[in-house]
């Protein structure tokens, strides 16, 4: 496992749509656990495989409930909205309001190619739709439904 580089706000790759992963190979699964070691190490709860530079369809969340793992997630489902503030690792300290849905169902694929459906609430729901946007070159602000502030991070202690 190795630490990769987060992408910040400015770089264009933040901005492109990711391709579908075809083969689930020892390469797929190296690029997911240097993505998890990547989010623990920046105290995230998620990060998509584009914010390490990578144009694939790959998404690693820890809300403290254990790591999940989705390669070419689809939100299938969602209920309910909720307003709160939101955060990102390639933008940090800063974060803003934004509607995510209360609820989520997104389909994908383990690392081994096995069919799941995950659901979340709240959090989970949040982290969820947020990682699946970056998928799709879509960053929270474009949602922002108000003004950024400064937050402390822990990285910059």
């Known amino acids: 496992m190795a630490l990769r580089q987060i992408r910040l706000r400015e770089e264009e790759i933040l901005r492109k749509k990711c391709k579908e992963v075809k083969v689930f190979d020892d390469k797929l699964k190296s690029l997911l656990d240097d993505m998890a070691e ?77 069919k799941v459906v995950i659901e979340g609430e709240d959090l989970m729901a949040r982290c969820l739709c947020h990682e699946v946007d970056h998928l799709e070159g879509i960053l929270y602000t474009d949602k922002l439904e108000g003004d950024l502030f400064e937050v402390e991070s822990e990285d910059e202690a």
């Open 38 to 114: 990547t989010m623990y190490h920046h105290n995230g709860c998620g990060l998509a495989a584009l914010q390490v530079g990578i144009l694939k369809r790959a998404i690693v969340i820890d809300i403290g409930e254990g790591l999940v793992e989705l390669v070419n997630p689809v939100v299938l489902k969602t209920k309910g909205k909720v307003k709160d503030n939101e955060g990102c690792l390639s933008i940090p300290g800063l974060a803003g309001p934004v509607t995510r849905p209360k609820w989520a169902q997104v389909q994908g694929y383990t690392r081994d190619g096995e």
